[in-house]
């Protein structure tokens, strides 16, 4: 399989021309016609002609494509296709606030075409002054978080979006609440609308009203409670669960699928067999103050001491705790709490993975984080297995997880659950903090990745920007000696602590 890029009309733009071969060996070209910085797999072609198609007679479609698959190609695809064809000047995207950054790194990597983008943050004030600012020749694209979108009615209005494109949809699931109801009153006046989620909300069909009403509200209409009573009989104490009605089932799925391309993992043959993801976080204010005093107390203090790679981890070990939420005081024993931000982007990963029905393994290193992340499973009221150097019943927890259907959630100390056991019910990894050995770290990581996986894999780590996060996972992931490598930048005369 090989790539060939052309010029085209002269407007600088690339077409890209896949060449495959069938069984007789003849070779067969596919045009993308993709506006990207990048090789399409075939469903992620598929789903950027699916869309453009759909466009055409449709305001809205829904791309339920779960998460490694690429639905952030696709979607900048479409948005340069649009722009390019002079039929969109602003995108507005909504997401969760933990991963407004990832959509900046997205547009850099893949985009082939002209654009600003930035991400609305800061006070209201501030995320007005910002969006108003967003007028040009290019394609201009602005980024707010759910929570603060519907803050910003009547600036987002004047902006005036010709694409809103709602990333992990599921967000807006709930049909009365603030975010959801901005964007039902907004979506009626915007030309061209996204929702991408990895959940399977056929799994729970109610979940769908909202989000189709914000893409077509013909679909399934605009009153919730007349969508309900069509589709769903009332069930259980107090007549409040909704159950699907059996003769309601092919309709239902028919019409969520007149507008939706769907993607599995297990589906898309031309998928890695692995896919890594690096979710990049930002540290509150207060906690990055906190973070850079520490890292110029430690620096002096390095000074100070003999030159080893002990003393040099050591310090590194402080900073790492840091990023990961928590930190110890002059009484190791006092831990105090100092960031959620890594827990905030769990939360939201953990929402679109598992309420797809699908399960997630979570690995740690520092025992503070399992308890943040143990607290966070019961407060969703998610069953979960937990294995680390504490934990007794080890085969119990790992059966549980493998063949409980209900077990959604494995949470594992990377230490204590990276040898010996099998966790292929589940192909999704997230790393929320990073052990520096590379045996330890491969180690982990194999758990999902061996005999008895059905499906891709996918790793996604959760690193605080700007920080020692970073440097530890480009060690990790070249396979290089992080001792040996800081080591040698003090040596050098810089701080093995900056960035």
């Given at each position: 399989?090989?790539?060939?890029?052309?010029?085209?009309?002269?407007?600088?733009?690339?077409?890209?021309?896949?060449?495959?071969?069938?069984?007789?060996?003849?070779?067969?070209?596919?045009?993308?016609?993709?506006?990207?910085?990048?090789?399409?797999?075939?469903?992620?072609?598929?789903?950027?002609?699916?869309?453009?198609?759909?466009?055409?007679?449709?305001?809205?479609?829904?791309?339920?494509?779960?998460?490694?698959?690429?639905?952030?190609?696709?979607?900048?695809?479409?948005?340069?296709?649009?722009?390019?064809?002079?039929?969109?000047?602003?995108?507005?995207?909504?997401?969760?606030?933990?991963?407004?950054?990832?959509?900046?790194?997205?547009?850099?990597?893949?985009?082939?075409?002209?654009?600003?983008?930035?991400?609305?943050?800061?006070?209201?004030?501030?995320?007005?002054?910002?969006?108003?600012?967003?007028?040009?020749?290019?394609?201009?694209?602005?980024?707010?978080?759910?929570?603060?979108?519907?803050?910003?009615?009547?600036?987002?209005?004047?902006?005036?979006?010709?694409?809103?494109?709602?990333?992990?949809?599921?967000?807006?699931?709930?049909?009365?609440?603030?975010?959801?109801?901005?964007?039902?009153?907004?979506?009626?006046?915007?030309?061209?609308?996204?929702?991408?989620?990895?959940?399977?909300?056929?799994?729970?069909?109610?979940?769908?009203?909202?989000?189709?009403?914000?893409?077509?509200?013909?679909?399934?209409?605009?009153?919730?409670?007349?969508?309900?009573?069509?589709?769903?009989?009332?069930?259980?104490?107090?007549?409040?669960?909704?159950?699907?009605?059996?003769?309601?089932?092919?309709?239902?799925?028919?019409?969520?699928?007149?507008?939706?391309?769907?993607?599995?993992?297990?589906?898309?043959?031309?998928?890695?067999?692995?896919?890594?993801?690096?979710?990049?976080?930002?540290?509150?204010?207060?906690?990055?103050?906190?973070?850079?005093?520490?890292?110029?107390?430690?620096?002096?203090?390095?000074?100070?001491?003999?030159?080893?790679?002990?003393?040099?981890?050591?310090?590194?070990?402080?900073?790492?705790?840091?990023?990961?939420?928590?930190?110890?005081?002059?009484?190791?024993?006092?831990?105090?709490?100092?960031?959620?931000?890594?827990?905030?982007?769990?939360?939201?990963?953990?929402?679109?993975?598992?309420?797809?029905?699908?399960?997630?393994?979570?690995m740690a290193r520092f025992l503070?984080?399992?308890?943040?992340?143990?607290?966070?499973?019961?407060?969703?009221?998610?069953?979960?297995?937990?294995?680390?150097?504490?934990?007794?019943?080890?085969?119990?927890?790992?059966?549980?997880?493998?063949?409980?259907?209900?077990?959604?959630?494995?949470?594992?100390?990377?230490?204590?659950?990276?040898?010996?056991?099998?966790?292929?019910?589940?192909?999704?990894?997230?790393?929320?903090?990073l052990d520096y050995s590379m045996?330890?770290?491969?180690?982990?990581?194999?758990?999902?990745?061996?005999?008895?996986?059905?499906?891709?894999?996918?790793?996604?780590?959760?690193?605080?920007?700007?920080?020692?996060?970073?440097?530890?996972?480009?060690?990790?992931?070249?396979?290089?000696?992080?001792?040996?490598?800081?080591?040698?930048?003090?040596?050098?005369g810089r701080s093995p602590y900056?960035?």
């Open positions: 399989m090989v790539w060939r890029d052309r010029k085209v009309n002269g407007n600088g733009t690339e077409r890209q021309y896949r060449v495959i071969r069938n069984k007789r060996g003849d070779k067969l070209i596919m045009n993308s016609d993709m506006p990207v910085k990048a090789q399409p797999f075939k469903h992620q072609i598929q789903a950027f002609k699916f869309v453009m198609n759909k466009f055409k007679n449709s305001s809205g479609v829904a791309l339920l494509i779960e998460m490694g698959c690429g639905k952030s190609l696709i979607s900048v695809a479409v948005a340069g296709k649009l722009f390019n064809e002079e039929k969109i000047k602003n995108i507005l995207i909504v997401c969760p606030l933990s991963i407004c950054g990832v959509w900046q790194e997205e547009f850099l990597k893949f985009s082939d075409f002209d654009y600003k983008l930035k991400i609305l943050k800061g006070t209201s004030e501030k995320k007005a002054e910002v969006l108003s600012s967003l007028i040009g020749r290019v394609l201009q694209v602005a980024v707010i978080n759910y929570e603060s979108v519907w803050r910003l009615e009547s600036q987002v209005k004047i902006w005036n979006p010709d694409m809103i494109i709602c990333d992990e949809s599921h967000k807006i699931k709930n049909h009365n609440i603030l975010a959801s109801k901005f964007l039902h009153k907004l979506g009626e006046k915007t030309k061209y609308k996204l929702i991408l989620t990895g959940t399977a909300i056929t799994n729970k069909a109610i979940d769908i009203f909202s989000q189709y009403k914000f893409l077509d509200p013909n679909i399934f209409g605009k009153n919730f409670y007349t969508f309900r009573n069509h589709y769903f009989d009332m069930t259980g104490y107090g007549q409040h669960v909704p159950v699907l009605k059996e003769s309601m089932k092919d309709e239902i799925k028919k019409k969520i699928h007149s507008i939706a391309f769907v993607a599995k993992k297990s589906d898309c043959l031309d998928l890695p067999q692995v896919t890594e993801i690096v979710r990049k976080v930002d540290l509150e204010p207060c906690a990055l103050k906190i973070y850079k005093a520490l890292v110029k107390e430690s620096f002096v203090q390095l000074k100070k001491m003999e030159i080893s790679t002990t003393n040099i981890l050591t310090k590194i070990l402080r900073l790492s705790q840091l990023t990961g939420g928590f930190l110890s005081g002059d009484n190791e024993k006092r831990i105090c709490k100092i960031s959620t931000a890594k827990l905030k982007a769990l939360e939201d990963i953990i929402d679109g993975v598992t309420e797809s029905g699908k399960k997630l393994v979570i503070p984080e399992i308890d943040a992340i143990k607290k966070l499973l019961v407060k969703k009221n998610l069953d979960f297995s937990i294995l680390t150097g504490n934990v007794k019943n080890r085969e119990e927890q790992i059966k549980k997880f493998q063949n409980d259907k209900n077990t959604l959630v494995f949470l594992g100390q990377i230490a204590s659950a990276g040898l010996g056991i099998t966790l292929v019910a589940s192909s999704t990894m997230v790393f929320y903090s045996s330890n770290f491969e180690q982990a990581k194999a758990r999902i990745h061996r005999t008895g996986q059905l499906e891709p894999c996918t790793y996604i780590y959760l690193i605080a920007s700007n920080t020692i996060d970073e440097k530890i996972l480009k060690a990790l992931k070249n396979k290089l000696d992080l001792a040996k490598s800081l080591t040698d930048e003090y040596k050098s900056e960035i």
